[in-house]
């Protein structure tokens, strides 16, 4: 079972960079392709950005493309979501998940969830 646990978020103003981390424990993370998800007070956690177990491949919703460019560091067993000219709408805890590729849900047989990471974007 895959265990992860995110940082790099933080409080920023619109037009800001964050770039958070993910780093994982696990024999079978560097096979997974990884997600990243966020959910915004009183929604739904929802997708962000996916990258494939190579980290060769990736895809992103609507929201964030041209914005956000997620990567791994298969060595480091780490995901990154680097997020430029972030908006107070990108304002959620973001966590990491082991993703379906080719879809915007995780893994049925992951359930361990990590904290998450709170960013903020004031306007």
């Known amino acids: 079972q895959v265990q992860l646990a995110e940082s790099g978020g933080g409080l920023v103003q619109a037009g800001g960079s964050l770039r958070l981390s993910c780093a994982a424990s696990?024999?079978?993370?560097?096979?997974?392709?990884m997600g990243w998800f966020r959910q915004a007070p009183g929604k739904e956690r929802v997708f962000v950005a996916a990258?494939?177990?190579?980290?060769?491949?990736?895809y992103y919703a609507d929201s964030v493309k041209g914005r956000f460019t997620i990567s791994r560091d298969k060595l480091k067993n780490t995901v990154y979501l680097q997020m430029n000219s972030l908006k107070p709408e990108d304002t959620a805890v973001y966590y990491c998940?082991?993703?379906?590729?080719?879809?915007?849900?995780?893994?049925?047989?992951?359930?361990?969830w990590g904290h998450g990471t709170q960013v903020t974007v004031s306007s």
């Open positions: 990258v494939s177990w190579s980290g060769g491949n990736t």
């Open positions: 696990g024999r079978t993370f560097s096979s997974y392709a």
């Open positions: 998940a082991p993703i379906q590729w080719g879809s915007t849900s995780h893994r049925t047989d992951f359930d361990s």
